[in-house]
């Protein structure tokens, strides 16, 4: 497996958060975070990407450094997605 493509199961999650536009909070691997609206994802030189609409930008941040995914519509059937293993 590419160590920069994530399991199958998890990139479906991350699909359905982008498909319903929900408004998510981003907690990176270096402990900053990026809220937004989730809307797609990408795959590009090999490695994935998260696209957000964020204070008016477009954003692509990589899902290899994404720690979790938070989706913040309290509707939303998960809440919590982690992309790495938790510590």
């Known amino acids: 497996?590419?160590?920069?493509?994530?399991a199958c199961d998890l990139h479906d999650h991350v699909e359905i958060i982008c498909?319903?536009?929900?408004p998510i909070r981003v907690q990176r691997m270096d402990g900053s975070q990026i809220c937004g609206t989730a809307f797609?994802?990408?795959?590009?030189?090999g490695e994935e990407y998260l696209q957000l609409h964020a204070a008016g930008d477009l954003l692509e941040v990589p899902?290899?450094?994404?720690?979790?995914?938070e989706v913040l519509?309290?509707?939303a059937p998960l809440t919590t997605l982690w992309l790495q293993p938790r510590q």
């Open 1 to 6: 497996m590419n160590p920069a493509i994530i």
């Open 19 to 22: 498909m319903r536009r929900y």
């Open 40 to 45: 797609n994802t990408r795959t590009g030189a």
């Open 63 to 69: 899902l290899q450094l994404i720690e979790h995914i």
């Open 73 to 75: 519509d309290s509707k």
